[in-house]
């Protein structure tokens, strides 16, 4: 079992920045594809950045330019910095991972956090 734990949401003005973190911890024998969606209220849960282990990234079209998502294999770590936030991006953010969890297998386990609310208000 593999356990995602998000950190780094709240409320940040129109215009700010934030850091978003996850740590997934348990049996990782190594981590496909890291990913951070959100959804906000009353829409569905959409793909706002994606990182593959060889470092090939992939961003929504809504956030491109003011976003960098980025990985910490050692860590068993993924990050998204968001900047020039805008009230749209209020969303509950979830961290999204593809997990090998043993060396005796070649499957991978998609794992999910919790999530952490980002409000973008003044």
């Known amino acids: 079992q593999v356990h995602l734990v998000e950190s780094g949401g709240g409320l940040v003005q129109p215009g700010g920045s934030l850091r978003l973190s996850c740590a997934a911890t348990?049996?990782?024998?190594?981590?496909?594809?890291m990913g951070w969606y959100r959804q906000a209220l009353g829409n569905e849960r959409e793909l706002v950045a994606e990182i593959f282990s060889r470092g090939y990234t992939n961003y929504t079209d809504s956030v491109k330019g003011r976003s960098t998502i980025s990985r910490d294999d050692a860590k068993n770590m993924v990050y998204l910095e968001m900047s020039s936030l805008k009230p749209e991006d209020t969303a509950v953010y979830y961290c999204?991972?593809?997990?090998?969890?043993?060396?005796?297998?070649?499957?991978?386990?998609?794992?999910w956090g919790q999530g952490t609310q980002v409000t973008v208000s003044s």
């Open positions: 348990g049996s990782i024998f190594s981590i496909d594809v």
């Open positions: 999204n991972m593809w997990v090998r969890e043993s060396i005796r297998t070649f499957d991978f386990t998609e794992y």
